[in-house]
């Protein structure tokens, strides 16, 4: 570490050490390629400062800081870089799989002679249970107790295991069940904005930033802290204290200017930025907001834009800490004297925005007038096809006859005719049939302006005696316990309960796809009239077959507009101009006169929120209620793996590991396991929701004699790779072009031509030895940041996967577990090759031979024994990640180091 550039900094009677980033700008005075921090981007300068205190020579060298020192428009995207994050955010979805993983690696490394316990987080980490509760009971006071009683008895072992490895690992807290969504929590409670190192010499200070194992953790971006995404396997390398290599990016910045006009939410705005920016292709940048409309823009709104990165497509969506930055802080109960360390610092290191500052250089800018977006959702089936409000009736009515290739549902005309004397308020359903409306999601439940005006709409509702459809299945998950407090002190909580908005948990719900089951009554009708029925929801997810397997059309919108449209009932209406019902007098109501103006919004949110609701969640966040004070585990620091159990297995990945390589490379004779089109996301391949009776994996857990009334979800089986494995490429919504039709996890077997399940299908390959591909349209591993669409991969036999282009998160993850991915060269797809996906492919190129992006040839050969070649790239974009193919992946190559040590 070179401590030349390391300053004290003094606050009253307190002094820190940090590593100063002027002092590169200083020592490069006079030189020709001088560096000038007002031109770095705000984010590049939290990268800068993490290389040059990390700089050890080794992981993290010289060549990163002066990378990083001199980015430019020009030199982004050129060369890769080392970092180190400062912390680990884990929810229990993706952190089971990665405390198996862990523990695994003990297990491993003590059978090949070494000390177990090198295998320990380096960096804190804090795993946040809340993707566990689903959505059982709704519409009722006893609603939450019920349904987190549940969520205990489906999930007690995997509870267990849990408990163990926070005993079992330094530097890992918990979360426990019923306190927030992660990123809820991130944002009040965890984050910090500077960080703190207590060394044998000093404390050292250096800024917050962080990796997640969710792909919504750029939710804290908008508190000024570097962050985002990873996968499991991904996050478990940088717990054992290893960087994240990355090629440096480039940074859009996005100017904000003017405010919202009357009547438009946070949550409109959010949806118009997601459709500006996937149309100007952000994915793998990081983007960056300045402007007068983010000087004037609260911090909940900021993190709303933030949470979304994802959507839009970029590593980051990142709002530099300032005034605002610091408010918050203190609304939220942060230590005053932390908060003046935090402003000191992050002004001496020019990290601290203020719209006087020099704009820096970005790699290109765009602007966005907020004065012009309009109320709107999204979808029926992506986030980013975002739809103005007073087009959403035509918008929907259009898309039941437009083809599925064209983001439709492909009916024809007669089927998709809505007879007009439907009767609602009886429950009579046609499609448009609003099923679920649900107030739920990170995105959403954590900006209180948006659920205040739901509350105020509630209401006006209310007081007009208006009620929700019969069929429609409401709920409200905050996504944190300070929502309830400050719902109750505005008295809207009670008319949220009396519409059926009643609090059903605290966590991620219908937005992961744990909304529960529907009504058996609306259910049956649902499908014994094949409907295309829509879920509204505040989410920030709406991909096929998430939401629920019974309905097609999911649109996002803002929580006012949730409860407004489960009193219209239909979203093939339209809801500026069709009444939401008849009050006591039996007037009609309208839109219009239940919507809250800005001014009661912004009045009522003053009055309620305070500082002591803040304080009084951080005093029971870790504490837990009495069923997780109840569970009793073991101290070892090696897990005893259960063999009958189906919650927690030990994995596969280092069955005989030793210090030898594990290439894939090269692949001979591979047969393609699946050819499937554009925007194919980790949903697709590893679904997390409901696990059908007559599906594989079904059909695997009762055979070890569980009942399907406790087959739990595909999110909570994450712990085992045998349901995982059966399970991936599972979605019923899954269209492989090889499968004649038919949707869902099946595939054709060649040369037998012979249709069966993907899991039987490699199985059946498995036993001949033969190596596996899938090919791949444009897009392809969009969505959560799914360890597990990775490794179910891997472990179906898959060795190469090309597409036309891929989702960052996921190209990171296949490249983990040893699998390659290749990109089609631009213009070029499976069906511009003529690809069927009966052929068998060679890929002769080494390890030795491949480098970061190298042209790889393909020769495949078709069924009448043609044979052609094409090139196509890999997306294997640094030296550390062919290091990890060579290695069969990255935990792999953790473990061969550990044990060299």
């Known amino acids: 570490m070179n401590t030349s550039k390391k300053k004290k900094l003094k606050i009253g009677s307190s002094e820190w050490s940090y590593f100063d980033l002027k002092a590169v700008e200083e020592e490069s005075s006079g030189k020709e390629n001088k560096v000038s921090l007002e031109n770095i981007p705000y984010s590049i300068r939290v990268l800068l400062e993490?290389?040059?205190?990390?700089?050890?020579?080794?992981?993290?060298?010289?060549?990163?800081?002066?990378?990083?020192?001199?980015?430019s428009p020009e030199t982004a995207g050129q060369t890769e870089i080392a970092f180190k994050p400062g912390r680990v955010v884990l929810q229990d979805f993706t952190g089971v799989p990665c405390l198996v993983d862990l523990a695994a690696m003990r297990s491993a490394l003590k059978r090949m002679g070494g000390d177990s316990k090198k295998i320990n987080p380096q960096v804190a980490c804090d795993l946040v249970i809340d993707h566990s509760v689903q959505v059982d009971h709704f519409g009722d006071e006893n609603s939450l107790k019920k349904n987190m009683d549940i969520e205990f008895q489906r999930n007690q072992e995997r509870y267990d295991f849990l408990k163990w490895g926070q005993n079992a690992f330094d530097h890992f807290r918990i979360v426990p069940p019923g306190r927030g969504i992660v990123h809820q929590v991130n944002l009040e409670c965890l984050a910090e904005s500077v960080l703190k190192k207590i060394t044998p010499e000093d404390t050292l200070i250096f800024p917050d930033s962080v990796v997640g194992t969710d792909s919504h953790t750029t939710m804290i971006n908008g508190l000024g802290v570097v962050g985002w995404g990873v996968g499991g396997?991904?996050?478990?390398?940088?717990?054992?204290?290893?960087?994240?290599?990355?090629?440096?990016?480039?940074?859009?910045?996005?100017?904000?200017?003017?405010?919202?006009?009357?009547?438009?939410?946070?949550?409109?705005?959010?949806?118009?930025?997601?459709?500006?920016?996937?149309?100007?292709?952000?994915?793998?940048?990081?983007?960056?907001?300045?402007?007068?409309?983010?000087?004037?823009?609260?911090?909940?709104?900021?993190?709303?834009?933030?949470?979304?990165?994802?959507?839009?497509?970029?590593?980051?969506?990142?709002?530099?800490?300032?005034?605002?930055?610091?408010?918050?802080?203190?609304?939220?109960?942060?230590?005053?004297?932390?908060?003046?360390?935090?402003?000191?610092?992050?002004?001496?290191?020019?990290?601290?925005?203020?719209?006087?500052?020099?704009?820096?250089?970005?790699?290109?800018?765009?602007?966005?007038?907020?004065?012009?977006?309009?109320?709107?959702?999204?979808?029926?089936?992506?986030?980013?096809?975002?739809?103005?409000?007073?087009?959403?009736?035509n918008a929907f009515l259009k898309s039941l006859e437009a083809s599925v290739a064209k983001g439709g549902f492909g009916l024809s005309k007669e089927k998709a005719q809505i007879p007009k004397s439907l009767d609602a308020e009886k429950g009579e359903m046609s499609h448009g049939s609003v099923a679920i409306a649900a107030i739920t999601s990170c995105t959403n439940t954590s900006n209180p302006s948006v659920l205040i005006a739901a509350g105020l709409v509630a209401q006006k509702a209310v007081e007009r005696g208006l009620k929700v459809k019969p069929f429609v299945k409401t709920s409200l998950a905050p996504g944190s316990t300070v929502v309830t407090s400050y719902l109750e002190k505005a008295k809207l909580l009670a008319p949220l309960q009396e519409l059926g908005f009643n609090i059903v948990g605290y966590g991620c719900t219908t937005c992961i796809g744990n909304s529960g089951p529907l009504s058996e009554e609306f259910a049956k009708v649902i499908r014994d009239k094949d409907l295309v029925v829509a879920s509204v929801l505040s989410g920030n997810r709406n991909f096929e077959g998430r939401i629920s397997p019974l309905v097609k059309a999911n649109y996002l919108a803002s929580p006012p507009l949730v409860v407004a449209y489960s009193l219209l009932g239909s979203v093939a209406k339209d809801i500026y101009t069709e009444s939401l019902g008849k009050d006591s007098e039996g007037q009609d109501v309208y839109l219009k006169d239940i919507w809250p103006t800005q001014g009661e919004i912004e009045k009522m949110v003053s009055k309620v929120i305070t500082v002591e609701q803040f304080v009084s969640m951080k005093e029971k966040l870790f504490v837990g209620d009495k069923q997780w004070q109840d569970i009793e585990t073991s101290d070892a620091s090696l897990y005893t793996w259960k063999e009958d159990s189906s919650y927690i297995k030990e994995p596969p990945f280092f069955e005989g590991q030793d210090d030898e390589s594990r290439d894939i490379l090269p692949v001979k004779k591979a047969r393609v396991l699946l050819k499937l089109g554009d925007s194919v996301t980790t949903d697709h391949i590893s679904p997390a929701g409901a696990i059908k009776e007559d599906s594989p994996a079904g059909a695997f857990l009762k055979s070890m004699g569980v009942s399907s009334k406790d087959f739990n979800s595909y999110g909570s089986r994450r712990g085992n790779d045998s349901v995982m494995t059966r399970g991936t490429f599972a979605n019923i919504r899954l269209r492989n072009h090889l499968a004649d039709g038919r949707e869902g996890g099946?595939?054709?077997?060649?040369?037998?031509?012979?249709?069966?399940?993907?899991?039987?299908?490699?199985?059946?390959?498995?036993?001949?030895?033969?190596?596996?591909?899938?090919?791949?349209?444009?897009?392809?591993?969009?969505?959560?940041?799914?360890?597990?669409?990775?490794?179910?991969?891997?472990?179906?036999?898959?060795?190469?996967?090309?597409?036309?282009?891929?989702?960052?998160?996921?190209?990171?993850?296949?490249?983990?577990?040893?699998?390659?991915?290749?990109?089609?060269?631009?213009?070029e797809s499976s069906e511009s090759l003529g690809l069927e996906g009966d052929e068998i492919f060679d890929f002769s190129i080494s390890s030795e031979e491949l480098k970061p992006k190298a042209t790889v040839s393909v020769l495949a050969q078709n069924n009448t024994g043609e044979v052609f070649t094409f090139n196509a790239k890999a997306r294997v974009d640094t030296p550390v990640e062919v290091d990890y193919l060579h290695n069969g992946g990255i935990l792999q190559t953790v473990l061969k180091k550990l044990m060299n040590k």
Request: proline share 5%.
């Open 746 to 827: 099946w595939t054709k077997y060649f040369p037998d031509n012979e249709l069966m399940t993907v899991y039987d299908a490699s199985l059946k390959y498995r036993s001949t030895q033969t190596p596996l591909i899938v090919l791949a349209g444009k897009d392809y591993g969009t969505g959560s940041s799914r360890d597990w669409a990775a490794k179910g991969t891997s472990l179906l036999g898959v060795k190469v996967v090309i597409a036309e282009s891929f989702e960052r998160i996921h190209r990171s993850n296949l490249v983990g577990m040893g699998v390659l991915p290749l990109q089609f060269m631009e213009g």
């Open 233 to 393: 396997i991904e996050a478990e390398s940088v717990m054992l204290g290893e960087p994240i290599y990355m090629v440096m990016p480039e940074v859009i910045g996005v100017e904000l200017k003017g405010s919202l006009k009357e009547g438009v939410t946070s949550t409109d705005l959010v949806l118009t930025i997601t459709e500006m920016l996937r149309k100007r292709n952000v994915v793998g940048k990081f983007v960056e907001f300045y402007g007068q409309g983010v000087a004037d823009m609260s911090l909940a709104n900021r993190a709303t834009i933030a949470n979304m990165a994802p959507e839009y497509g970029a590593t980051m969506g990142f709002f530099p800490t300032d005034e605002e930055t610091l408010k918050y802080l203190k609304v939220t109960g942060r230590d005053e004297n932390h908060i003046e360390m935090v402003r000191a610092y992050m002004k001496s290191q020019g990290l601290f925005y203020e719209k006087s500052l020099p704009i820096p250089t970005y790699s290109d800018n765009l602007c966005l007038d907020v004065s012009t977006v309009n109320p709107s959702l999204a979808g029926p089936k992506r986030p980013h096809d975002r739809v103005e409000l007073s087009s959403m009736s």
């Open 50 to 71: 993490s290389a040059l205190r990390n700089n050890d020579g080794f992981q993290v060298t010289d060549k990163d800081v002066d990378a990083l020192a001199h980015w």
